[in-house]
Structures are given as structure tokens and as C-alpha cells.
Nanobody, 119 residues
């Protein structure tokens, strides 16, 4: 089992920045990928960015150049630095982790943190 706790959401004006954090606990040695997803009202959950245990990153096209995902292995934490925020970035942001053990992949989710971009 993996537990994920997000923090750092809030209200920010257009053009502003926020940094989200997600701390993992539990069976962290089995984690091979962590990422951020978001879900806006009335829309499906979508990938924002992901990072592997070796540091490889992947971004949704609309986030490239504005968002940066990073990890601190010593703190079992990943971050999402969000710059040049737009109203359409308003959503609940979820942390996700994928573990692999004995040939089985499992996905875990945090409870989410609200990001609102508004003037």
C-alpha cells in the first residue's frame, strides 16, 4: 500500500505561480512512477506530468514550458511547479503513484488539492 498526501493548492491570479507537493509513504520502494493529474468540473481526469524513479519526465503538451515536475527521493516527495497559470488550469490536482511488484502494477491516488486561477 502507498499513501499519498498533496499540499500547496490555493487561489492564485492569472499569470501567477504555485508549487504543489505530494509526499508518499508506505511501500515506497515499489513505486516506479509518480505523477500529477487534474480534473476540472465536468471534464475527465487528465495527465499533467509524470516522473519515473530514475528521473525521466513526461508532460501533457498543454503543460510543457509552464509546468515542471521534480522529485526529492530523500523526502519521498514529488513537486509540481506551475507558472504562468491560466483560468483554464483551475481544477483539482491529484497525485498518483504506480507500483510494480510480482508482475502486478497498482495505481494509488491522493485525495487531491484544489487549484483555482482567478482574478
Amino acid at each position: 500500500q502507498v499513501q499519498l498526501v498533496e499540499s500547496g493548492g490555493g487561489l492564485v491570479q492569472p499569470g501567477g505561480s504555485l508549487r504543489l507537493s505530494c509526499e508518499a509513504s508506505g511501500s515506497i520502494l515499489r513505486i516506479n512512477t509518480m505523477g500529477w493529474y487534474r480534473q476540472a468540473p465536468g471534464k475527465e481526469r487528465e495527465l499533467v506530468a509524470s516522473i519515473t524513479s530514475s528521473g525521466g519526465t513526461n508532460y501533457a503538451d498543454s503543460m510543457k514550458g509552464r509546468f515542471t515536475i521534480s522529485r526529492d527521493g530523500a523526502k519521498n516527495t514529488i513537486y509540481l511547479q506551475m507558472n504562468s497559470l491560466k483560468p483554464e488550469d483551475t481544477a483539482v490536482y491529484y497525485c498518483q503513484a504506480t507500483t510494480y511488484s510480482a508482475g502486478v502494477y497498482r495505481n494509488y491516488w491522493g485525495l487531491g488539492t484544489q487549484v483555482t486561477v482567478s482574478s
